[in-house]
Every structure is written in structure tokens, then in C-alpha cells.
């Protein structure tokens, strides 16, 4: 079999290796050929194994073995989360796709959106993307700021949507159990007191739950999320490293009240009522791009928090709002198969 490389997001974020999941699953459901799939590190600053990014020595093993490379999907256009090499992507002599990759600003303490600091470098961004086949991001705000380089650019939403619920239909929670995946509000990319008053919000979100005679209980995505779990007294929480058993916890949940992007998209997928709570301009374009505005919540809207009581009443109403969605992201997986389809045309037999 050929080999294809995919420079990809690790870290301990387990929404990565569900995006990686979905990407396999896309490239099964292209193309009939089987490949390996070769993982790299996209930072060195996590694990490096050597060879991270798109550097001298991994476009160089690129190039003795692979056949093709998949750069994402996941937040590499920001944050440090990709190490490039300018003069080693210039000699790089496989295909590139660029895939389900985003970047967007951020609220400042006013809630007005605001370009980050951290983002690529410009002379880095432009050659890596120029350097592709194909450029394909993952919703509206980023492919107008990758459009400034790339003219032919494409939104083709996020691979995790290939994620099917069948694979996952164990039941581990009971009836009543909702699920709140969280993030530590220390790692959040907000403003200090917005950070300060995310433990009294969830909190309200507890107590609703438990006056409605529901089971709450938190989901965490990364061990950095356990010291913020477990300073809600009383209330249960997991965390679960691997893909499958992450997943099958949020099959089996009543409803999914989320400040996690990829635990609302699987949980959409699998037709769960779930309420995505954005607080960054990426999670809200992607909502809107799969025309899912209806189940998020900006966390910087007036009465934010009025607007996810209003929801958690109406759980039934959003499991009626699933239908429609679920035809527009049947209709971006085929938009997903058409692109990967044109990509390995590329590739050489």
C-alpha cells in the first residue's frame, strides 16, 4: 500500500483525534484504494518524534515514501499548533491538501472580535498555501483570510462529520443524564473576567438541569480540564482518552449542553439535542456554515445565559431542529468526497 502522510494537531485535545478519525473515514469513502496513514506531529511543542511540521527532515521522509500529504484538520493557522520550513515546503515533490484547517479572531473585553497575535506568520501562510494542490478550510470566516492568498480556496466544512452514530451505540449513561462538555476557562483565548464568571454560569446550568430532574454531568477533552471538573462539588465527571469510548458517552447522552466544538458536531451527527455554546469567531462561523445557527449560543450575546435556560426547556424542540441540519451536512460530506476525489487525481499510480 502507498503511504499518505497527514501533519495534523495532537496536543491533548481529544476533538483532534476525532477530526483524524472522521479524515480516515473520508478518505475510505473517496477513493477505493487503501493507504497508510502516516501521522505527524504538527508542533514539536507537544511530541515532536523527531520530525514535526512541515520541516527539512519530515519533507524529506515525505518525499522518499509518501504519496500524497494531508495538512489538517484543526486550528494549524494559529497558536503555534504548526513548525514550517519555507525552503523544505519549496522542495516538497508530493501532493498537498490542505484540509478542514481555521482560523478566526477572538473577543476582547469590550466582546467586539479581534484579530489574535498568534497567528501564522503572513510570508509562512502564503507559501505553505501555495505550496498546495488544494486548499479547503473549514467555513466562511477562515476562507475569506485564506482567500487574501489563495484565491481559489474552498469551504468544505470539518471531516469529523463523516463520525456515524452506529459505530457508537452503546449505552453507558441512564435516561436522564445530560452531558456539559467544558473547557477550562484558564485555556480559553478570553478576556480574565469573562474566564472569572464561567464557573458561576455553568453552576446556573447544574441547577436548571437538576430542577428538571436531569443528571448533569461534565465531559472533559483534556486533562488540563480536570482540576476545573472537579471543583464542582457533587457533580460527576469523565474523562476518557480514547476516540471510541468519548464518543459512545456522547451517543448515549439525553442531551449535550457543549463549550466544546467537537463534541457538538458528533453529537449533531448522532441526532442528540445538543446546545453549543460558542466563545471564539471559529466556532460560530462553523456553526453557520452547516446551518446550525438555531443550537448555538454566543457566550458574548446580551443574556446569554436567559437564552440556554430558554433551550433547556425546549430539548424536544431541538431534536426537531436536528432534521434540516442533518440534510445540509449530507450534503457537505458529498461536497467533502467530491474534493478528495479531485485531490487524488493528482496523485501519480
Not at 487574501?148 to 449505552?171: H, K, M, V, W, Y
Not at 424536544?316 to 436536528?322: Q, V
Request: net charge neutral; glycine share 6%; hydrophobic share 40%.
Amino acid at each position: 500500500m502507498r503511504n499518505i502522510y497527514v501533519v495534523r494537531p495532537t496536543g491533548f485535545n481529544i476533538g483532534n483525534h476525532v477530526i483524524f478519525a472522521g479524515l480516515r473515514k473520508l478518505v475510505s469513502q473517496s477513493i477505493e484504494e487503501r493507504f497508510n496513514f502516516i501521522s505527524i506531529p504538527a508542533s514539536g511543542k507537544y511530541d515532536n518524534f523527531g520530525k514535526p511540521g512541515l520541516t527539512t527532515a519530515s519533507v524529506h521522509e515525505i518525499n522518499q515514501y509518501g504519496a500524497a500529504v494531508i495538512v489538517g484538520g484543526g486550528n494549524l493557522l494559529e497558536n503555534g499548533e504548526i513548525d514550517l520550513d519555507i525552503q523544505a515546503l519549496k522542495s516538497l515533490r508530493v501532493p498537498m491538501i490542505i484540509y478542514g484547517v481555521s482560523w478566526g479572531r477572538i473577543y476582547n473585553s469590550k466582546g467586539q472580535l479581534v484579530e489574535r497575535t498568534d497567528s501564522l506568520e503572513s510570508n509562512k501562510l502564503s507559501q505553505l498555501l501555495k505550496s498546495a494542490e488544494i486548499v479547503s478550510v473549514r467555513e466562511y470566516s477562515t476562507l475569506e483570510y485564506v482567500k487574501q492568498f489563495r484565491n481559489d480556496a474552498r469551504a468544505d466544512g470539518c471531516p469529523s462529520l463523516f463520525i456515524e452514530r452506529e459505530d457508537f451505540n452503546t449505552r453507558l449513561l441512564d435516561n436522564n443524564d445530560i452531558v456539559i462538555p467544558i473547557r477550562n476557562p484558564a485555556l480559553m483565548n478570553i478576556m480574565p473576567r469573562f474566564q472569572n464568571s464561567i464557573t458561576h454560569e455553568l453552576l446556573e446550568i447544574i441547577d436548571l438541569l437538576k430542577s428538571l430532574d436531569y443528571n448533569p454531568q461534565l465531559l472533559c477533552h483534556d486533562h488540563r480540564d480536570i482540576a476545573f471538573a472537579s471543583s464542582f462539588v457533587g457533580v460527576p465527571y469523565s474523562y476518557e482518552e480514547s476516540v471510541p469510548g468519548f464518543l459512545k458517552i456522547l451517543a448515549s447522552s439525553s442531551a449535550v449542553i457543549s463549550y466544546r466544538l467537537h463534541a457538538s458536531l458528533p453529537s449533531i451527527k448522532f441526532g442528540v439535542p445538543t446546545i453549543n455554546i460558542s466563545y471564539d469567531e471559529r466556532a460560530n462561523s462553523l456553526m453557520k456554515f452547516l446551518e446550525a445557527g438555531v443550537l448555538n449560543i454566543n457566550l458574548f450575546e446580551e443574556n446569554y445565559l436567559l437564552k440556554v435556560r430558554d433551550k433547556i426547556s425546549k430539548l424536544d424542540e431541538l431534536k426537531t431542529n436536528l432534521i434540516p441540519i442533518s440534510s445540509r451536512i449530507n450534503e457537505i460530506k458529498l461536497q467533502q468526497i467530491s474534493t478528495f476525489q479531485e485531490f487524488f487525481s493528482y496523485l501519480k499510480n
